[in-house]
């Protein structure tokens, strides 16, 4: 189960007779993945005794600009570039238990990079 806290979308464009522009802004809440039981080893001194708790794991809220460009060089042909997360925003996954302290709250960080696609395009 998975829930979301609030998302939402906003845009601004430009369009010209040879040149359009979109830049977009997206934003997706906190959201909380099903309850999941973790194993650990509590007393570092003691690797062996093993606890298990059960939490929850959350992704951070994260934003994100995409920008789409397109160039028209006759009636029916034309360039376009889309660039996704082009500020590069990471996505934080989280854990939270009821004996986890705030600073081992961080499970996973991932970096996607900003992705980006270059083509040619046609109308007949």
């Known amino acids: 189960m998975t829930r979301s806290t609030l998302s939402f979308n906003a845009g601004i464009a430009y369009d010209r007779r040879k040149f359009g522009a979109k830049l977009n ?5 906190t959201q909380r993945y099903g309850l999941t039981n973790y194993t650990y080893a509590a007393d570092p001194t003691k ?17 994100q600009f995409d920008l789409d460009l397109d160039y028209r060089i006759t009636e029916h042909v034309g360039l376009f570039l889309v660039a996704r997360n082009i500020t590069n925003r ?32 046609g109308t007949f």
Not at 25 to 29: A, P
Not at 50 to 62: A, D, F
Request: charged share 25%.
């Open 90 to 121: 990471v996505q934080d996954d989280q854990r939270y238990t009821s004996d986890m302290p705030g600073y081992t709250h961080l499970f996973r960080r991932e970096e996607f990079g900003a992705q980006y696609t270059f083509g040619v395009k």
């Open 47 to 63: 690797p062996t005794v093993l606890t298990t708790v059960s939490g929850y794991e959350y992704y951070k809220p994260r934003p």
């Open 25 to 29: 802004f997206n934003y997706r809440g």
